[in-house]
């Protein structure tokens, strides 16, 4: 494979070696993109070759794709009425603002204000309407002249056939897939005998170039420029700032740049931009679409006349570049694990990759149909994203890199931990011994911090005690004696004392905690919370059915259907606990009685019918709390824990480094307090 490019040139062998490498690439990668080089490594490429030819002048090659839109790779048919440009890049805060000093000294003055956006990672299109009506769809090409696309129209959200007004104008911006419309769109092409696309991306491009598709695809546009098309284009609009020519655009109905991030657009100085900068840079991980930086404008129309453009890109704008935080590697083997509740999970072991300074070697891969949507082969090339904190993901295999030395990946015949039957009768294939095929997962998970949070019991301890055949369950270990512990390695007087000390504590936690111990498919930490304070005792849960557990906010027909059976398969665990004293009560809950079916009890309590976000680092006399903590004591003092902001959002907690949800909140003009005050609030209600 052609994959690697150098970092370094060293001949003029060399040189042209990585100019062909480039262009080629480049074609790739604009044509249907299908390129096999990504882009840190296309951008590492490109900046060998322009540091060869500063030292060479007399080398440059004609097909450099230096100093060129689109790398010099694509060409056109349909001439643009300005040229349609790409973006000059920097990589740092100071490489910023060395940028902006520049532009001020060209301007003789202090830039008037700024704009600031995503860098959206699809394609540039400008889309031309006449009165009003979208009659041509044209791609950048090599920016002088573009291909025409318009049998897109129609299938491009954002991108309306009819504006508001009757106007002749041209918008510009990028055409993408949402991540959702990318599984979508490479779903549909497998089913019509194609190979999937590598990225939301190259998608996107490939599918709007794509004329004669048997099926429609849905296409999302957010627009960043306008300009008049005709001489009777609207008046005045090449007088308006930039974001003046948003808020006109967005009134005649097309979705544009302002609409893709909450937040302003414009910003009066360059610290306005640098706060904006590090905000959608730490929402990026939760963006329905792909963002490969954020780009800084001078929004005055007269700063932008001024400072003007460079055969490649305007000179009033910069791209700042974030990490890219997809890659491609070789998918080389796929291993199955069993988690604690019998689930049979895939996972991809990769060819280690750095991605945004971590390196990646296993990625997630769902399950088996996934695997099969996805048309996955052991040695396939495969693009793989890591999106903030996020377990890194593969999203398709290079079809266009493929040997033929590639293999398909096998699926288990039996369960790869105990070698029973698998029950594959939903999507998530599950060992058919449940839980018990995996007792030291689902133990461990039972004594974990967030359910009895029993101290000293870690996996190793755990490991031991089971192989010990001490205990064969968590309700096991409230039968442990000091005899049999003491007995075991590395176990003295105090860590037998301690150990046996934190079990006997486990035994009052609340009912939520126990009932989230054990493990029930469906039901995590939060839902957990949900149950027992609905029902009150373990009795009341047991006894609901089907109908009457969907009383309890979150659980729908199928998720009632498995609680269910599953309180049925684990009735002998939760009879063992009882019969050792484990508590089964929910503190301060009501058990639901026939006539009410409102739960009344909240009202009095300080967080009464409110919905709280948590959000940042909590400090002070929360400072120690888990979030799953801080959910309890939210729920404890009347309100509702959640972990994204709405509208129907009634209090953020914003701590330390607080991101995007604070932003968010402060746009919704939702109420915003300190962990502090916070504290104070909810005093009655701490430890
Ligand atoms: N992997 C490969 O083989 C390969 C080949 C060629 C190029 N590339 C990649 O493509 C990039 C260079 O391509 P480029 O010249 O198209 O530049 P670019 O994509 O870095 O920047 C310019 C483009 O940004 C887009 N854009 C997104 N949001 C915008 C906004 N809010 N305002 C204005 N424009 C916005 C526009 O389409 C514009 O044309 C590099 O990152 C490179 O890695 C990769
Ligand atoms: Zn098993």
């Not at 600031?116 to 090599?142: F, H, M, N, P, W």
């Not at 301890?461 to 007995?487: N, P, S, Y």
Request: a negative charge.
């Amino acid at each position: 494979m052609s994959n690697v490019a150098p970092t370094a040139i060293v001949d003029e062998a060399a040189y042209t070696a990585a100019v062909e490498l480039a262009v080629s690439s480049s074609a790739a990668y604009y044509g249907d993109g299908s390129s096999t080089v990504d882009d840190d490594t296309y951008d590492q490429l490109v900046r060998a070759i322009a540091a060869w030819e500063a030292e060479h002048p007399e080398q440059v090659r004609a097909d450099s794709p230096t100093g060129k839109v689109a790398g010099g790779a694509v060409t056109g048919d349909v001439p643009h009425t300005r040229p349609m440009l790409s973006l000059d890049n920097v990589f740092s805060g100071e490489e910023l603002l060395k940028w902006a000093e520049g532009l001020e000294r060209r301007l003789g003055g202090p830039v008037a204000g700024w704009a600031v956006e995503a860098k959206l990672d699809g394609l540039a299109i400008s889309a031309r309407y006449r009165e009003g009506r979208l009659v041509q769809l044209v791609t950048r090409g090599d920016g002088l002249a573009g291909e025409d696309v318009s049998h897109g129209i129609g299938q491009i959200v954002g991108l309306p056939a009819e504006l508001a007004e009757p106007v002749t104008v041209e918008v510009r911006g990028e055409v993408l897939f949402t991540t959702a419309q990318f599984e979508t769109a490479n779903t549909l092409r497998m089913a019509h005998g194609g190979t999937p696309f590598a990225n939301p991306r190259s998608a996107a491009a490939g599918s709007l170039r794509a004329k004669d598709r048997p099926y429609k695809v849905e296409f999302t546009f957010f627009g960043y420029g306008a300009l008049p098309l005709a001489e009777a284009g609207p008046e005045g609009l090449l007088a308006l700032p930039h974001t003046g020519v948003m808020e006109y655009v967005a009134r005649l109905g097309v979705q544009t740049s302002a609409a893709a991030l909450p937040g302003p657009l414009g910003y009066g100085d360059l610290e306005g931009v640098t706060a904006r900068i590090a905000e959608i840079a730490a929402a990026r991980a939760e963006l329905a679409f792909g963002i490969d930086g954020i780009v800084i404008k001078a929004d005055g129309a007269e700063d932008q006349e001024k400072a003007g453009l460079s055969s490649r890109a305007p000179r009033w704008a910069i791209a700042y570049k974030l990490p890219a935080d997809t890659r491609t590697t070789v998918l080389r083997g796929v291993e199955w694990a069993v988690g604690r509740t019998g689930i049979i999970a895939p996972r991809a072991v990769l060819d280690p990759v750095e991605i945004d300074g971590v390196t990646v070697t296993y990625a997630t891969l769902h399950n088996p149909a996934d695997i099969t949507r996805r048309d996955l082969m052991i040695g396939d090339t495969v693009s793989v994203k890591r999106a903030g904190d996020v377990i890194p993901r593969v999203e398709a295999p290079l079809v266009q890199a493929r040997t033929g030395e590639e293999q398909p990946i096998a699926f288990p015949e039996t369960c790869p931990r105990c070698g029973g039957a698998i029950d594959r009768s939903q999507e998530r294939w599950r060992c058919e011994l449940g839980r018990a095929c995996n007792t030291v997962a689902s133990i461990s998970y039972a004594v974990g911090r967030d359910q009895l949070d029993i101290e000293g019991l870690g996996q190793t301890r755990v490991v031991q005690l089971v192989e010990a055949e001490l205990i064969a369950d968590f309700a096991d270990l409230f039968a442990l004696t000091r005899e049999q512990l003491i007995g075991l390695e590395r176990m003295g007087d105090t860590s037998t004392d301690n150990l046996l000390a934190a079990i006997e504590a486990a035994k009052s936690r609340p009912l939520s905690r126990v009932f989230a111990a054990l493990g029930v498919r469906g039901t995590g930490r939060s839902m957990s919370r949900r149950i027992a304070r609905y029902f009150a005792t373990m009795d009341l849960i047991r006894a609901a059915d089907v109908d009457s557990v969907q009383k309890v906010e979150g659980i729908g027909p199928e998720k009632a259907v498995v609680l269910v059976a599953e309180l049925t398969e684990i009735a002998p665990l939760i009879d063992k606990l009882a019969s050792f004293g484990v508590n089964m009560t929910e503190p301060g809950a009501t058990p639901p009685s026939a006539e009410e079916e409102t739960v009344p009890e909240a009202s009095g309590l300080p967080l009464a019918g409110m919905s709280v976000v948590v959000t940042g680092g909590m400090t002070g006399p929360l400072e120690s709390l888990s979030r799953n903590e801080m959910n309890e004591l939210i729920e404890r003092a009347g309100g509702k824990a959640s972990s994204s902001v709405s509208k129907k959002t009634a209090l953020v907690v914003a701590g330390e480094k607080a991101g995007s949800k604070l932003t968010k909140a402060t746009d919704l003009g939702i109420p915003v307090i300190t962990p502090d005050e916070f504290a104070e609030r909810v005093a009655d209600f701490l430890g």
